[in-house]
């Protein structure tokens, strides 16, 4: 993952809040990358439920498969803390054949960086058994934070 990583909040999309209980690290131990791995897929998980879709089930027989995820812990996070999860699109377009999410989780006592990463997700039709283009009502749900419902891959409503 390069060194810059620049987003803005034109690009947020998804905003979670949760405490680490002893389901995610055991209790004098840090949080591991599985767990935290793990945490961002709930994250993306509720989000999509929250507009009745799933992964695998965003329209008809298409959903996405994640294909590259790359996640950096800059600091230990441990039981009890309190984080926050922020998850960016750095820019989405309609009929793309995938996408990127870029992830910021920050402790909130002393807004410290725990960890960021970047995802990579291509769109699946698995009926078909093939890759395919993004249904409109995915790219909806994803942008419905945002000012603008289109913007060209990597451009920001700032700019």
């Known amino acids: ?5 620049q987003i803005t909040n034109d690009d947020l999309i998804i ?9 995610h690290v055991r209790e004098g131990h840090s949080l591991q990358l599985s767990a935290l791995s ?14 009745d879709m799933h992964e695998t089930h965003l329209a008809d027989s298409i959903g996405y498969l994640l294909s590259n995820l790359s996640i950096n812990i800059l600091k230990p996070a441990y039981c009890f803390d309190e984080l926050s999860i922020q998850i960016y699109s750095p820019g989405f377009r309609k009929q793309a054949r ?12 002393d807004r410290a960086m725990i960890a960021q990463g970047l995802s990579t997700q291509l769109f699946y039709n698995f009926e ?32």
């Open 15 to 23: 905003t979670s809040a949760l405490t680490l209980t002893s389901a």
């Open 128 to 159: 078909q058994q093939r890759t395919t283009r993004s249904p409109e009502a995915f790219h909806a749900v994803m942008h419905r934070n945002l000012r603008l419902l289109q913007l060209p891959l990597g451009a920001s409503i700032a700019a």
């Open 1 to 5: 993952m390069p060194d810059t990583f």
């Open 98 to 109: 995938g996408f990127k999410l870029k992830y910021l989780i920050t402790r909130d006592s």
């Open 38 to 51: 793990s945490l961002l897929q709930d994250t993306r998980n509720q989000h999509l439920h929250n507009h």
